[in-house]
């Protein structure tokens, strides 16, 4: 027996292609020249290209990068970082651990000190380079305290070494929102001061750029639990959904990586009506987008006789898309909500179908006080989960149209 029946490996080629081009949904998984083929510039993009102008002109800048799970902001990091490297400028990727700011501050110093070894340096730098490695990198080990405005202050230091020594560097601190991944309100503390430290002193140093990459809740709650970490960042670039036209485009930079031939038009086998919905029930979220229209194709190829993806691919896509959107979605949720919010929602989409759905309902159901129910539901729609109607003086509650289909497991597309 045989698994050929069903790969089909040529499959593809009835649409000019030689593969499935939405496979590789996150940065993690494409190769940096992928990742810069199909990037689609945007208004963001052109202040994160004018900072880096700044940097590679003799300036300094410190950059946050704020966007949801999928929306670009490991894609942008990836191409900061090349453009960097084209001018002969040095990355230091650190990304953040979860938990305690020793481990925080092990990390820092060690995606930097390593690499900054590595550089003609005098014997005098590299020696006090080495001596911070060595001492945070034992921190833990030894039983010592934590000093954030020492560690902050040395890191700080590292980079001014070697912006004497004329070099152009680029600091790219990602997935800072597992700083609040701890529930101790003084570690958090601690994390932010050790930032606001190192941002404090790197401000305007010659070539060197600093960029943060945070989810916007985490940014939030910087702002609320240390503003100061806020005031030393020159540009906040915040990621807006992904409007049609460049969800279009996108498409087309996917399709032609894996062309074979030449097409009809450079959206074959798609049509833009097919992206726009697929764009609009995947809430305007880039890698929610891919998700879709991967598996929108395979339920086209399957299809007798198909000639283009029509919307009721698209359909029976999303529903195959349930299992990877779900945990994509359950993610971000975890992020953004309580246990108590978040089995509230799921409550809604599992036993009511996602609505509509009176406060009264859930109360009983839940067994909660009807206040309380209300507080959760609001502040649910409030943030975008769910939509609000009227019927007489009540007020019903459901979920989007994404949330239904993937937890409530309804066909709703085409209708």
């Not at 499959?11 to 949904?25: A, I």
């Not at 490297?85 to 990304?95: N, P, Q």
């Not at 309580?338 to 509230?344: G, K, M, N």
């Not at 009511?352 to 006080?369: K, R």
């Amino acid at each position: 027996m045989s698994y050929d029946i069903l790969i089909k490996k040529d499959k593809y080629k009835q649409f000019f292609l030689k593969g499935n081009p939405f496979v590789k949904t996150s940065a993690e998984a494409m190769t940096e020249e992928e990742i810069l083929e199909t990037l689609v510039f945007t208004a963001e993009d052109e202040s994160i290209a004018t900072n880096i102008d700044i940097v590679l002109s003799g300036g300094g800048a410190t950059l946050s990068l704020v966007g949801d799970y999928g929306t670009g902001k490991s894609v942008r990091a990836i191409a900061i970082a090349d453009t960097f490297k084209k001018h002969e400028g040095i990355v230091f990727l650190c990304k953040v651990p979860s938990g305690d700011p020793m481990r925080y501050a092990k990390a820092l110093f060690e995606s930097v000190c390593p690499e900054a070894l590595s550089l003609e340096l005098s014997v005098e730098d590299k020696d006090f380079i080495f001596e911070i490695r060595d001492y945070y990198k034992n921190l833990a080990i030894k039983n010592l305290e934590l000093n954030s405005h020492k560690a902050g202050k040395d890191l700080a230091s590292v980079f001014s070494i070697l912006s004497n020594n004329d070099y152009s560097t680029c600091f790219i601190i990602d997935e800072f929102e597992e700083l609040a991944s701890t529930a101790n309100e003084k570690e958090i503390r601690e994390a932010y001061t050790l930032t606001r430290e190192y941002l404090s002193r790197v401000h305007g140093l010659r070539k060197h750029l600093t960029v943060i990459c945070s989810s916007p809740k985490s940014w939030q709650r910087v702002k609320e639990v240390h503003p100061a970490v806020i005031s030393r960042i020159m540009a906040e670039i915040e990621f807006e959904d992904l409007d049609d036209h460049a969800a279009i485009e996108l498409v087309k930079k996917r399709l032609k990586i894996y062309r074979e031939n030449n097409p009809p038009d450079s959206l074959f086998p798609f049509t833009k009506e097919v992206i726009e919905k697929a764009n609009e029930v995947a809430y305007r979220n880039p890698r929610y987008l891919l998700v879709i229209l991967r598996s929108t194709l395979e339920a086209a190829l399957k299809r007798v006789d198909s000639q283009r993806i029509e919307l009721q691919d698209l359909d029976t896509g999303i529903r195959l898309a349930r299992g990877k959107l779900s945990t994509s979605i359950l993610k971000r949720m975890k992020e953004e909500l309580t246990t108590r919010e978040l089995d509230i929602f799921l409550k809604i989409c599992e036993k009511y179908g996602g609505g509509p759905v009176f406060a009264s309902q859930l109360a009983e159901t839940l067994d909660i006080d009807q206040g309380n129910i209300s507080r959760y539901l609001n502040k649910l729609a409030k943030i975008g989960y769910l939509i609000q109607s009227r019927e007489g003086q009540k007020v019903l509650f459901e979920a989007k149209e994404l949330y239904k289909v993937v937890f409530a497991k309804k066909k709703l597309i085409l209708e």
